[in-house]
């Protein structure tokens, strides 16, 4: 044994807990490996989550994008069709008028006929 310092001695060192400490040193970096391979197995689980969830939100986005865009076509060729109807329609009250006016017309005439 050596000296150390003022005249102490180090202790023998006892070779079987030298072989308790490596084996424990060899059982916590099994355990440090297992523990890292499951983060990372769980990691890739969540990154796997996350990347179909972002996914689905994109797909979500895009058809509401769509779905709006027809809506809006469909809103638009509805107007020009109601506009279409309104032209169409103008001379309906003209075409009232002359059949009133035929109806009294009509009246009349069965009114010299009585």
Sequence with gaps: AAAVGGGGSIPAIDPGALQDVVAL????????DELLRNVHCGLQALTA??????QTYRDGVE????AADLSIRAMYALV???EE????????????????????????LEGLCK
Excluded: F, H, N, Y
């Design 63 to 66: 058809s509401l994008g769509e």
């Design 25 to 32: 040193a060899g059982q916590v970096a099994a355990q440090v």
């Design 49 to 54: 989550l996350s990347v179909g969830c972002i």
């Design 80 to 82: 020009a069709r109601c």
């Design 85 to 108: 109807l309104d032209r169409a329609m103008q001379p309906v009250p003209a075409l009232a008028k002359r059949i009133r006016d035929m109806k009294g017309t009509l009246e009349r």
